[in-house]
């Protein structure tokens, strides 16, 4: 019996150490999350888990060149806490924003990335991509605690060579959650006083033509206070308006001039003196609306955009509602074509009971499956999908407005076909664009045609898209989206449009909807998209454009298309699994012991 309980329990082991593998996170022996570090104070490379001070930068793009497709955030010690905490979090990576993080006089910026494996050198680490995927289960505010670090002295403990060599080891690791045991926690020097933190007075509104002022208490024995300023509407720590500005003074102002209506500003505060230590990091975000946002006829209206990743990426929709008064809900959803549209729509838009619903599909309908040479969703099944999006939304109450999109920038150094077997620069676009026109046409909808505009006004594709990508929005882009959408609705927008189509002996859109969907099941395999292309560059190499467009993914988001199974859903399964081998175990063993005596 005692061999029988053993073998239970080393299953009943075994089965908990595959939930924490299956569970995505690299989890210490106190339950924490423990991101791996792999340098300290080094220029970005890949496969980096890196770690950034205060005597290497004022700010993280100053380090390396921008830190595009990075993950990154920002700890600072607090004296209550006796702990590192969160400060910001930046999980987005791209060709486009680079991160700007401010690097506290207390504290630290880590900064990740995935290599790449190119044959003759595979820069693909397990530590590195570890901490890649985790950052995503951190969030502000949390508990960090260091070991194998030292901030104060730059080091790290590490062996083995070169950060991505088979034989390389870490034992610098940063803790989130409670403190460890068993391990020396690094604590920065406290000897000297902190000055009290800066109380900032300012608006969390205010108009484009306003400008942003912002003032502050004096901090007793201050002699001056470093002024940071970062967009944030596209990325926390975005682009830099104000650099480690020092002002003597207890006030700062950003001008009109230097901010967008729509924009959202992150103003960062900290006192300084001789022979203290800093103050903590005080941080204040300031959103801009436009100067009809107060007068808006929209401002007291609940409007959804539902879209695919154009929609869903930080950019145009957090524009639009700046520019319209009102806070513009995100329904995107990253790799959607008009079928995932259809499963969702009840949840992600009719739920919320909206007044306006601005659609936007059709970029990874067309796209063609290499392999069969056909379109991921035909144009029969996406005229009849789009026919059912429009009439659930208005069978809900709310006003359906209609957008087409850009076209797909294949120039060099942009989209290139291949990845997942597909090809989005077909030139078939118009053609789906097309659909859209007729059936505004015939429902009597709202239509803003902004793939017309941007061919009328002679905007390069090339303009509207992002480098290293062609399919989704350069940041130029991403504000012309905002700005024609609004000028539409201010101008041209008019209410209750809406007609019924006449009344034809071609199978009900709901009905087309079934068929269509059934003759493109077979090709559902080749429709999936991952939540993030694994390849990732160089900053080094983000200015090579050819490389840069075949490492970056498709029509993909920072979400994945599917849910994955949580953390309690996989330990229940694991649980049942083991009671099963527990049963099946004692039959077999039990029942030969009995037989035996």
Same mark, same amino acid.
């Given at each position: 019996m005692k061999k029988l309980f053993s073998i239970i329990a080393a299953v009943f082991l075994a089965a908990l150490t595959l939930v924490y593998s299956f569970s995505g996170e690299t989890v210490s022996a106190d339950g924490q999350i423990a991101l791996g570090i792999n340098a300290i104070n080094k220029a970005g490379a890949e496969g980096?888990?890196?770690?950034?001070?205060? #005597?290497? @930068? !004022?700010?993280?793009?100053?380090?390396? $060149?921008g830190f595009c497709w990075w993950r990154s955030a920002t700890f600072? %010690? $607090?004296?209550? +806490? +006796?702990?590192?905490?969160?400060?910001?979090?930046n999980l987005t990576a791209d060709g486009t924003n680079g991160k700007n993080n401010y690097i506290p006089e207390n504290g630290f910026v880590l900064t990740v990335n995935i290599g790449n494996d190119y044959g003759s050198i595979n820069y693909i680490n397990k530590l590195s991509s570890d901490c890649y995927n985790n950052l995503g289960n951190i969030n502000v505010g949390d508990k960090a605690y260091l070991t194998g670090i030292d901030i104060s002295g730059g080091t790290i403990i590490t062996s083995g060579g070169l950060h991505y060599a088979e034989g390389f080891t870490s034992d610098a690791e940063i803790y989130i959650g409670s403190k460890p045991s068993g391990v020396e926690i690094y604590t920065p020097d406290t000897s000297k006083p902190r000055l009290d933190e800066v109380n900032l007075n300012a608006q969390s509104k205010v108009t484009e033509s306003e400008g942003i002022t912002v003032t502050w208490d004096a901090v007793e024995n201050a002699e001056f206070y470093i002024v940071n300023v970062n967009t944030s509407t596209i990325? *926390?720590? @975005? *682009?830099i308006i104000a650099n480690n500005l020092k002002v003597t003074d207890t006030t700062y102002t950003i001008p009109a001039d230097k901010t967008t209506a729509g924009g959202k500003y992150t103003v960062s505060v900290t006192a300084c003196a001789e022979g203290y230590r800093s103050s903590y990091n005080t941080r204040f975000l300031v959103s801009v609306v436009s100067d009809k946002a107060g007068d808006s006829i929209f401002k007291d209206k609940k409007i959804v955009a539902f879209g695919d990743s154009i929609t869903y990426l930080p950019g145009w929709v957090a524009m639009l509602s700046g520019e319209l008064g009102t806070d513009v809900i995100n329904a995107g959803m990253g790799g959607d !074509?008009? *079928?995932?549209?259809?499963a969702r729509i009840d949840k992600d838009v009719v739920a919320l009971d909206p007044d306006i619903v601005i659609v936007m599909f059709g970029m990874n309908d067309q796209a063609i499956y290499i392999p069969t040479g056909r379109p991921l969703v035909s144009p029969e099944q996406y005229e009849a999908n789009y026919r059912t999006i429009i009439e659930k939304i208005h069978d809900s109450g709310a006003e359906v407005v209609l957008l087409t999109g850009n076209n797909v920038c294949t120039d060099s150094g942009y989209y290139t076909a291949g990845q997942y077997d597909l090809d989005y620069g077909t030139g078939k676009m118009s053609e789906y664009y097309d659909i859209i026109r007729s059936l505004a046409e015939e429902y009597n909808l709202n239509l803003i045609d902004m793939n017309k505009i941007i061919s009328d006004e002679g905007i390069a594709d090339s303009v509207i898209c992002a480098s290293g990508d062609g399919i989704h929005?350069? $940041?130029t882009g991403k504000a !012309? =989206?905002?700005? %024609?959408? #609004?000028? =539409?609705?201010?101008?041209?927008?008019?209410?209750n449009g809406y007609s019924e189509p006449e009344v034809s002996e071609e199978p009900s859109s709901e009905e087309a909807s079934e068929e269509a969907s059934e003759e493109t099941s077979d090709e559902s395999e080749a429709t999936d998209e991952s939540e993030e292309s694994k390849d990732w560059i160089t900053d080094d190499e983000s200015d090579n454009d050819e490389t840069a467009a075949e490492d970056t993914s498709s029509e993909i988001s920072e979400e994945s298309e599917a849910e994955p199974a949580t953390f309690r859903e996989k330990a229940i399964i694991v649980i049942i699994t083991v009671a099963v081998l527990g049963i099946l175990t004692y039959l077999c063993f039990g029942k030969s012991k009995k037989d035996k005596e």
């Open positions: 980096h888990s890196l770690i950034i001070t205060p #005597s290497y @930068g !004022k700010v993280l793009s100053s380090a390396s $060149n600072e %010690w $607090n004296d209550q +806490e +006796e702990a590192y905490i969160v400060r910001s979090v990325i *926390t720590d @975005g *682009t !074509k008009t *079928t995932e549209a259809l929005l350069s $940041n !012309k =989206y905002a700005e %024609w959408i #609004s000028d =539409y609705m201010y101008d041209e927008y008019f209410e």
